[in-house]
C-alpha cells in the first residue's frame, strides 16, 4: 500500500475545504494510505475533526505558522543565500511596480514555509523508504515546504492542486504569487480546477523551461444527487443563492436584481454567513421590504447543502460573484439536481453555463440580474424541461465525482506508476 499525505488549509477542522475535499478522499482511501497534514488554526481546531473523517485517515495538525522574531530574522538572512530566494529576487526586481510589498509578501511566504517544513521533518510522516506522494491542496506555502522536502527525499512526489486565492496574480497584495517558478520546475504535477485556471496560468505565471505536460486540468467533483428537482407547481417561484456573504460574491446585486421584478412571485432562499450578512440584511429590507410580490430568507449557514435540495423545491440557482477561480461546487449542486443557473461570465462559471441557464456579463447590473430571473422562471414548461435536462446532463458529464477521481488518479499513475495505484483488496 502506497502513502499519500494530503496538506490542507485547514480540513478536516473547520469547514471551509470539507465540501471539496471529502468526496475524493473517500475514494483515495480505497488505494493509498493516507495522512492528512493540516493548517488549522486554533480556533478550526476547538472545533473538532469532522464527524464524516472515516477512522483509517491520520490527522497531523501542524497549525498556522507563529513566526517569532528570530524565525524572521533568520528568513530573512536566509533568503539572501538560498538559491530559491536569489531567483525570487531577482524576479522581484525585473517587476516595474510594486516591489517593496512584493518582496515584503515574498520573505513572508518564505518564512512560513521554513517553519512548516520544520514541522513537518519532526512530525516523522516523511521516514519510510516506500513511494510517497505529497498531495497540497493548495498551492500555498505548505506546497513549497513539501517541494524543498522533495530536494532531501528521493521517494517523494508532489502534486498541488490549485484554486483561485493562490492562482490569480490579481487575488493578492503586490498583485505577484510568490515563489512559483521554484516550485513548478519541482513539482511532479499541478492540477487546475478549470480549464480558465490552466490557461491564465499557461499565460501569466509559468516559466517558459517548465514542460507543460505536468500541467493538468480535473475539476472537483461531487455525488450523485438522490432526486431530480421537480418541475414546480406553486404560483410562487422559488430562487436559491448559496455563497459566503462578503464582498466578492457581490449578492446585493440579487437584491437589485429582485427589486426591479413586478407581478412575478419569487421567495429567494441564501444560504451562507459572513461580514455582510447583516449589511446584507439591512439591504434587502430597504429594496424589498415593500415588495408584496417578494419574499426572501436568509438562512445561514448551511452544513448540508444537498440536504436542502432533498426536502425543498429549486426552481433556479443564481450567483453574482465578481470572480471565481474554478468552477463552484454551488453550482455543481444546482446542476446535478436538474436546476437551471443564472451566473456571471467569471472564471471557472463561464464553463458550466450553456443550454442549462443563463450567462450575465462579467458585471451585470441589477436590470440584467432581473431579466435573467424573469426569463428563467417564466419560460414554458417544454424550453424548461430541456434547460433541467442540459443541467443534469453537464453534471454527469464534467462533474460526476466518479469521472473526475478517475482523471486525479491518472494524474498519479503518471506521475508514480501503474504498478503503485493499486486498489486495496
Known amino acids: 500500500m502506497r502513502k499519500l ?5 485547514s480540513f478536516p477542522y473547520g469547514r471551509g475545504e470539507k ?29 473538532g475533526i469532522c464527524s464524516e473523517l472515516p477512522e483509517d485517515i491520520k490527522v497531523v495538525c501542524l497549525g498556522r505558522p507563529e513566526l517569532s522574531v528570530s524565525d524572521k530574522i533568520v528568513a530573512l538572512i536566509s533568503i539572501f543565500l538560498d538559491r530559491d ?17 512584493r518582496f515584503y509578501q515574498s520573505l513572508a511566504f518564505y518564512a512560513q514555509s521554513l517553519s512548516d517544513q520544520k514541522k513537518l521533518r519532526q512530525s516523522g510522516i516523511l521516514l519510510t523508504e516506500e513511494p510517497i506522494i505529497c498531495y497540497s491542496f493548495w498551492y500555498a506555502y505548505f506546497c513549497y515546504s513539501m517541494v524543498r522536502e522533495k530536494d532531501r527525499h528521493s521517494n517523494i512526489r508532489v502534486i498541488t492542486r490549485t484554486h483561485g486565492i493562490d492562482l490569480y496574480h490579481e487575488r493578492v497584495p503586490g498583485k505577484r504569487q510568490p515563489f512559483r517558478h521554484q516550485m513548478e520546475k519541482r513539482l511532479d504535477a499541478i492540477v487546475f480546477a478549470c480549464e480558465y485556471g490552466a490557461e491564465y496560468y499557461k ?31 406553486e404560483e410562487e ?14 449578492i446585493q446585486l440579487i437584491v437589485d436584481g429582485l427589486a426591479r421584478i413586478e407581478g412575478l412571485k419569487i421567495h429567494w432562499t441564501h444560504i451562507g454567513d459572513g461580514s455582510e450578512m447583516q449589511k446584507l440584511r439591512d439591504y434587502a429590507e430597504q429594496k424589498l421590504g415593500n415588495k408584496d410580490n417578494i419574499r426572501y430568507t436568509f438562512a445561514g449557514y448551511v452544513e448540508n447543502v444537498r440536504a436542502y435540495y432533498e426536502q425543498n423545491q429549486v426552481d433556479c440557482f443564481i450567483t453574482t460573484s465578481e470572480t471565481e477561480g474554478g468552477c463552484p461546487v454551488s453550482i455543481q449542486e444546482a ?18 453555463i450553456a443550454d442549462n441557464g443563463i450567462l450575465l456579463s462579467a458585471a451585470p447590473d441589477g436590470e440584467e440580474v432581473a431579466d435573467a430571473i424573469r426569463r428563467i422562471l417564466t419560460q ?13 446532463q453537464k453534471w454527469c458529464n464534467e462533474f460526476d465525482i466518479t469521472g473526475s477521481f478517475e482523471k486525479i488518479l491518472d494524474i498519479f499513475r503518471k506521475v508514480i506508476g501503474k504498478e503503485n495505484v493499486k486498489k486495496k483488496n
Not at 531567483?87 to 517593496?100: A, R, S, T
Not at 417561484?237 to 457581490?250: A, D, Y
Not at 417544454?382 to 435536462?389: N, P
Open 85 to 101: 530566494g536569489r531567483v525570487e529576487l531577482k524576479e522581484i526586481l525585473k517587476g516595474k511596480c510594486n516591489k517593496g510589498e
Open 237 to 250: 417561484r422559488e430562487l436559491l443563492s448559496c455563497s459566503n456573504m462578503i464582498p466578492l460574491k457581490r
Open 19 to 47: 465540501t471539496f475535499i471529502l468526496p475524493e478522499i473517500e475514494r483515495l482511501r480505497q488505494y493509498f494510505d493516507i495522512t492528512i497534514v493540516s493548517h488549522a488554526n486554533r480556533e478550526q481546531m476547538e472545533e
Open 380 to 392: 414554458e414548461k417544454e424550453k424548461l424541461l430541456q434547460m433541467k435536462k442540459a443541467a443534469y
Open 203 to 233: 499565460t501569466h505565471v509559468k516559466d517558459k523551461g517548465t514542460d507543460s505536460s505536468k500541467l493538468h486540468v480535473c475539476k472537483l467533483g461531487i455525488e450523485e444527487p438522490n432526486r431530480q428537482m421537480p418541475v414546480g407547481m
Open 5 to 9: 499525505i494530503l496538506a490542507t488549509e
Open 335 to 352: 446542476m446535478s439536481y436538474g436546476v437551471p443557473v443564472i451566473g456571471t461570465d467569471v472564471g471557472g462559471i463561464t464553463e458550466m
